[in-house]
């Protein structure tokens, strides 16, 4: 049985809530011995990132001053990994479950297993999709996707055609063809009129830097250095970029993209060889989850103010504000949060006088 879903218009602000009545699948499942607090299974996709790594422990703090705890499992982008870590994770008898899939297709098998176990499931950041999912935590994607792409088209060179190369994420994870529409919303017009071109463009296999390395390199056979800007979905993707432009002497000379706010993209972007970032403040991505995942698996009710469709339902969903990052505000925004730290980020460079 999947909680129900109800709407509720409020006119005088012209806003749609969804209220996610989270009425009982059935008792929750047994918790580990001596422990009476709400019991959450994290599902990962990969640590192999230091961005999973920081949403790993902020997300186990935040839940242990709750006092609930938290069952990690992290599957090294494995679809089959995954699915036996969810298994595993109801039979510990979990509350609840938390998910941030590898492949958002495959990990609908992982919500029927949950909901087969009366266990509630949330997918954290990445849409799981084709399946009725309860809940959807994340950062507004399309709107990153604007942003990044916003960017490249307010710096491009005036007075010629814009020539651009892409490099998409992985085609596994729906969060990439979100940021793909977001681009795709602001580019459409700009290609349409003729005043920007798209010299090469493709997928990055799971996010790897190598591939987008790959993919620069394609472009820069093809094209050489006639093109102005890579539109990389991600630091790791931007990354891989950056290394191949470095090596044909091109690095600093093209705009490059990214998302995440690593702290390697940012010692780029002070460097002046990576154009921006998006960061995405991951603390209260994950407060915001726990703090779900606690009242989810107490079976209270939950609301959320959108809705995401994920190819079968419209997922009740909690999307969070993102924020540009580029050398001009690298002090006021990572390193005003505490995100970063003042000394990491200009390890190897002088940084520029405050605005």
Known sequence: ???????????????????????????????????????????????????WQRDRDLFVKAAEDRGAKVLVQSANSDDTRQIADVQALLSSGVDVLVIVPHNARAMATAVNLAHEANTPVIA?????????????????????????????????????????????????????????????????????????????????DNWKPESAKRITEAAITRRGASFDAILASNDGTAGGAIQALTEEGLAGKVI?????????????????????????????????AVELAVKVGRRAPVIAKASTYNGRVDVPSVLLEVIVVTRENLQSTVVADGYLSYRDVYRYVVPPPER
């Open 256 to 288: 490059v993209t990214g998302q995440d706010a690593e702290l390697v993209a940012c010692q780029r972007i002070a460097a002046g060889t990576q154009s921006m970032t998006i960061y995405k403040p991951i603390a209260k991505l994950a407060t915001s």
């Open 1 to 51: 049985m999947r909680y129900r879903v109800g709407l509720t218009v409020l006119s005088l602000v012209l806003s749609v809530l969804i209220g996610v009545v989270l009425s009982r699948r059935g008792a929750p499942g047994p918790v580990e011995a001596g422990h009476k607090g709400v019991v959450i299974g994290l599902s990962m996709d990969t640590l192999k990132e230091a961005r």
């Open 124 to 204: 954290y950041d990445r849409l799981i999709t084709d399946c009725d999912l309860d809940l959807y935590v994340s950062f507004d994607n399309v709107k990153v996707g604007e942003a990044q792409a916003r960017f490249v088209v307010d710096h491009l060179p005036k007075g010629r055609k814009g020539r651009i190369v892409r490099i998409f994420g992985a085609k596994t994870d729906n969060n990439a063809s979100q940021f793909k529409e977001g681009q795709d919303n602001v580019l459409k017009p700009y290609l349409q009129r003729g005043d920007l071109e798209i010299i090469h463009e493709d997928w990055a």
